[in-house]
């Protein structure tokens, strides 16, 4: 059973930074398409960066130039760093680890992110 573990989130001003962090146990993250997706309150949950089995990866329209995905094989964990937050950003923020051929999705429990001065 594969597990993830997120962390990193909390408050942080306008033009702030934070790194998210997600945590791989029970598998190989490279074997998998990482993604990070975000739920604002009252909205659906959006897919935020994700980073493919090649090292490939992709962005939101609203976070390229901000964001930047990650991944550690030595520490099997994947990291969202994000530059240059501002309030729209903030959300619950969850890690995913997805592989389509088998059938296998997996989340995490999530971690706040609040921009606000």
């Known amino acids: 059973q594969v597990q993830l573990v997120e962390s990193g989130g909390g408050l942080v001003q306008p033009g702030g930074s934070l790194r998210l962090s997600c945590a791989v146990s029970g598998d190989i993250f490279s074997l998998y398409v990482m993604n990070w997706y975000r739920q604002a309150p009252g909205k659906q949950r959006e897919l935020v960066a994700l980073?493919?089995?090649?090292?490939?990866?992709n962005y939101r329209e609203s976070v390229k130039g901000r964001f930047t995905i990650s991944g550690d094989n030595a520490k099997n964990t994947v990291y969202l760093q994000m530059d240059n937050l501002k309030p729209e950003d903030t959300a619950v923020y969850y890690c995913n680890a997805l592989r389509s051929e088998l059938g296998w999705n997996f989340w995490g429990q999530g971690t706040q992110v609040t921009v606000s001065s």
């Open positions: 980073i493919m089995r090649d090292g490939t990866t």
